[in-house]
């Protein structure tokens, strides 16, 4: 069950720990929250779930309780202590893999090499939760489902559509791979500090005929937008004359004008560009 504001300043209190707000530490303190976020997810029973900071393990220990292994990564070095402490048992008999890491460094923690379907339920850390899900996206290991609560700015990012403002390379290679399962409001108050900016938890399903873009390419179309604003038509003269030449046929076959912007460009446009570069490579 979710910890009360009471009992979780207490908990700090003993812990000797103050909340890190560079480590986005809002530590869920709504019980219905908590099962919201399992529910939403509709897991199979026994489905793998990894979890990117579980701070003080209140959605990790009702993750276990349904009877889930769950991979949890955290960095925070007390917080991984009480968790060690709290949860041994749950390690002990191998239901919990803590990993005490940098979740962008290390975006699938310990999860195993010949692992079949898993998902991912998570309170986010705000601040990397961008990174961290671009480095699973690449990381070959694509989750069947993901619930996670995230700041409202970044929910709109990623479920962005071609020629918004806010249609990004992450837009491009999330919408490749999912599509959104359902959205949630969450009120600042079911987080104790309560964080300063909106919160949203949102599922995504895992596409029957995903494309992860190559790394290549996606190095490739996060640098096109560094310049969105910019004609592609010039934006292609930086790179080599191999890509230049793929790119200028591509828009040609597309019946593509050289002076879209690339936040003009669909995510199945992308995708076909993707492909087209890969073939070449
Ligand atoms: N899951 C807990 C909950 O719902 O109450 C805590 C969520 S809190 C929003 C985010 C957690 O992510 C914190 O425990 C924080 O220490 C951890 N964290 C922050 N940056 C991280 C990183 N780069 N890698 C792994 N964990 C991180």
């Given amino acids: 069950m979710a910890l009360s504001p009471s009992v979780t300043n207490e908990l700090l209190r003993q812990l000797d720990h103050r909340p890190n707000k560079k480590l986005g530490q809002n530590f869920l303190i709504d019980g219905n929250l908590v099962e919201k976020s399992i529910s939403m997810a509709d897991l199979p029973?026994?489905?793998p779930v990894l979890e990117i900071g579980p701070g003080l393990g209140t959605l990790t220990e009702r993750l276990l309780a349904h009877g889930h292994p769950v991979y949890a990564v955290e960095i925070d070095r007390r917080l991984d202590a009480h968790l060690r402490?709290?949860?041994a048992s749950y390690i002990k008999s191998g239901q919990l893999n803590l990993l005490r890491a940098d979740?962008?460094?290390c975006p699938t923690g310990d999860l195993p090499e010949e692992i079949g379907d898993f998902a991912v339920v998570a309170n986010l850390p705000y601040a990397i939760s961008s990174a961290w899900l671009e480095g699973l996206l690449g990381s070959g290991k694509l989750p069947l489902?993901?619930?996670m609560m995230l700041q409202k700015e970044a929910t709109e990012r990623m479920l962005a559509c071609p020629g918004?403002?806010?249609f990004n390379a992450l837009s491009i290679f999330l919408q490749a791979c999912y599509k959104t399962g359902g959205k949630h409001a969450v009120p600042g108050q079911c987080f104790f500090p309560a964080p300063s900016v909106d919160s949203?938890?949102?599922r995504m399903d895992r596409l029957e005929n995903k494309f992860p873009f190559p790394k290549d390419v996606r190095v490739l179309i996060r640098r096109i937008f560094t310049q969105r604003r910019k004609q592609l038509g010039s934006l292609i003269k930086n790179e080599n004359s191999d890509i230049q030449e793929v790119?200028?046929?591509w828009l040609k076959r597309q019946?593509?004008?050289?002076t879209i912007r690339p936040e003009k460009i669909t995510g199945s446009q992308w995708t076909d560009l993707a492909r087209c570069l890969s073939e070449k490579s």
């Avoid at 019946?255 to 050289?258: A, D, G, H, I, V």
């Fill in 200 to 202: 949203v938890l949102l």
């Fill in 45 to 47: 029973k026994k489905m």
């Fill in 85 to 87: 402490e709290q949860l």
């Fill in 103 to 105: 979740a962008v460094k």
């Fill in 164 to 166: 918004s403002k806010t």
């Fill in 247 to 249: 790119m200028l046929s």
């Fill in 145 to 147: 489902r993901m619930v």
């Fill in 255 to 258: 019946n593509l004008c050289p």
